[in-house]
């Protein structure tokens, strides 16, 4: 913690520049946990050991102001089971938050996966962590009292809203929510959004088909509504591949960041475009009216290493992947997808510069936020 007399010059220097800081927020793709990574993790003592998992990757996620993924998995208890029907140990769930993570989507395909006991053991999971998460809610009340979702990230009001387009046909039989892709209910939470004083609106989203590299018309008649109703970023999940990203432009000019999906975070799914996903981080910023903007997005291409000699599946940046055993593929993996963004991407660039290796100590992160960097 930092010291009172700390924290009041990092105010004072702050309060120096007009414009403020900005902030940056990174999203992240499907958190998948398939039978052969609950397998991987388990030790001798029956335990899951999920700790050596995203150790390449949390430097960069803990940078972030905040950091949003897609929980793909329920956290329902034992038996911990892989697709069709997923549940994750809790320690899991733990190594997501200690990775850096601040919020997990909760509306996708498999949140019903352990029906509605399932659901609810998962919020409870996380209310325990007091990790934010949207997307399902115990009942009714419970959502009108959670939705909209405001979150104030460095001095920027942000409003977070999910959805999903299903729940692979099962249903619900408690008074237990999930938000399902509805234009009316995302038009009316949108408009309350905006009136409890979001000067930004994310929403993340369930969509798409699987395993296309490009998005269904579907998605960019969703996308061009969602715009149209005044959303500012825009992230899809499901397809378990990336899609394009576009930085697009409303009614009004202002930028709208619009991802078709960022494909999987860390699976055990084995074809080429599956191995891997990406991660893009959104910087906001103040106009010279004071109005909280976009103002650019980049990514990170991550790749999913498989266990060796007793080890864990590993979440790695692909430039610094160096191993043979899974280097071909890990190549393989990066060429397609960089293949779909060179040709299709609008205006969101790959961040090229080196991937932290360790976190930022917070008077690191406030001389970056602030001067764009700390003076040697």
Wanted: hydrophobic residues 40%.
């Amino acid at each position: 913690m930092l010291s009172p007399f700390f924290n009041i010059i990092l105010f004072t220097l702050g309060s120096l520049f007009a414009d403020g800081p900005g902030a940056d927020i990174v999203f992240a793709g499907d958190a998948m946990q398939h039978q052969a990574q609950i397998d991987a993790a388990r030790r001798d003592d029956g335990m899951h050991d999920y700790s050596q998992c995203f150790s390449a990757v949390e430097a960069y996620i803990d940078a972030a102001d905040y950091a949003v993924v897609n929980l793909e998995t329920t956290i329902a208890g034992k038996p911990y089971t892989g697709y069709p029907c997923f549940s994750a140990p809790d320690s899991y769930l733990d190594a997501l938050v200690d990775a850096g993570f601040d919020m997990m989507l909760t509306a996708n395909n498999h949140t019903l996966d352990k029906r509605d006991k399932g659901l609810l053991r998962t919020i409870d999971c996380l209310d325990d962590r007091r990790v934010d998460h949207i997307g399902t809610y115990r009942n009714q009340q419970e959502r009108d009292s959670v939705v909209p979702f405001v979150k104030v990230i460095n001095g920027f009001r942000v409003a977070f809203l999910n959805y999903t387009y299903g729940t692979n046909g099962i249903k619900l039989t408690t008074p237990a929510k999930v938000d399902y892709i509805d234009r009316t209910l995302m038009r009316g939470d949108i408009s309350a959004a905006r009136s409890a004083g979001a000067e930004l609106i994310a929403v993340c989203i369930h969509w798409g088909n699987e395993y296309e590299l490009l998005p269904a018309s579907s998605q960019r008649a969703l996308a061009d509504f969602l715009i149209d109703e005044g959303v500012d970023i825009i992230i899809g999940s499901h397809p378990h591949v990336i899609q394009p990203m576009e930085m697009r432009y409303n009614a009004q000019g202002r930028k709208v960041l619009l991802v078709y999906s960022l494909g999987n975070f860390i699976s055990n799914m084995k074809t080429r475009d599956t191995r891997g996903g990406a991660m893009v981080k959104v910087s906001l910023k103040r106009d010279a009216d004071g109005r909280a903007v976009v103002d650019k997005a980049d990514y990170r291409l991550v790749f999913t290493v498989p266990p060796s000699d007793g080890g864990n599946f590993r979440l790695v940046p692909v430039e610094k992947y160096y191993d043979a055993t899974w280097k071909s593929q890990c190549k393989a993996f990066e060429a397609s997808a960089e293949n779909i963004f060179i040709h299709h991407n609008v205006d969101v660039l790959r961040d090229t510069t080196s991937f932290p290796d360790k976190k930022m100590s917070p008077i690191d992160r406030f001389f970056l936020k602030t001067f764009g960097g700390l003076q040697k």
